[in-house]
């Protein structure tokens, strides 16, 4: 099964600053997925990440708000820009592994943001 | 457009009692439905997943769950509770393992 190293864990982050984000795996992967959990709510599935394309972004999420990078097939990297409260969250990175028996999809450990 | 809802916003269980948490879904179709649960300070871990066949499923850690189309529910169930299942649980559903709608989720105290 894929392993996630997911950082920062946390930050605490001034209104209008940007923070990036950023999740590596310990095998090459073609999918992977950037998660938002607000507080008391679900999950929400910002956009999937492909090596060598655009990331596509889900109704509601806008890549200037929310640039991916997406270098390898190990790294991705997600940028919350101009924070504002709203986007004090959890953010989880999570991958395809199409090879694994049963668990397709792995998670990292996530981040927490907040914004002040 | 899917859904999904976890009715039970905290449920707090005595150690060795038995735990039920409800998940019901919208959906436009017989989907892919999943049990996850995550840890504080860990990331989610799949306890179980149903997209065909024997509609009560087995997972890891003693839980099960059943699906049951005429009620468009997928409630998870253990039989006997040990204090490290507190934890937040999340029932999520989707067209394949990849892409998912992920229920608010169901926070499990234990109690000695």
């Known amino acids: 099964s894929a392993v996630i190293s997911q950082k920062p864990s946390r930050d605490i982050c001034q209104r209008g600053t940007s923070l990036t984000i950023q999740c590596q795996v310990d095998?090459?992967?073609?999918?992977m997925f950037w998660y938002r959990q607000q507080p008391g709510q679900s999950l929400t599935l910002i956009a999937t990440?492909?090596?060598?394309?655009?990331?596509?972004?889900e109704s509601g999420f806008v890549i200037d708000k929310f640039p991916i990078s997406r270098p390898n097939l190990t790294f991705s990297t997600l940028t919350v820009s101009n924070m504002s409260p709203e986007d004090s969250s959890i953010y989880l990175c999570?991958?395809?592994?199409?090879?694994?028996?049963?668990?397709?999809?792995?998670f990292g450990s996530g981040t927490q943001l907040s914004v002040l | 457009a899917q859904s999904v809802t976890q009715p039970d916003i905290h449920i707090t269980v005595s150690e060795g009692a038995s735990l039920e948490l409800r998940c019901n879904y919208s959906y436009g179709a017989t989907p892919y439905l999943f049990w996850y649960v995550q840890s504080p300070g860990q990331g989610l871990q799949l306890l179980l997943k149903?997209?065909?066949?024997?509609?009560l499923v087995q997972g890891i850690k003693g839980f099960e769950a059943e699906f049951k189309r005429s009620q468009s529910s997928f409630n998870l169930r253990k039989p006997s509770v040990h204090w490290s299942d507190a934890a937040e649980y999340f029932c999520?559903?989707?067209?394949?393992?990849?892409?998912?709608?992920f229920g608010a989720g169901t926070t499990v105290t234990v109690r000695a």
């Open positions: 999520a559903v989707g067209y394949n393992d990849y892409k998912l709608s």
């Open positions: 095998s090459q992967v073609t999918m």
């Open positions: 999570s991958v395809e592994d199409p090879y694994s028996y049963d668990e397709k999809l792995f």
């Open positions: 149903y997209f065909s066949g024997d509609t």
């Open positions: 990440a492909n090596q060598g394309s655009e990331a596509t972004y």
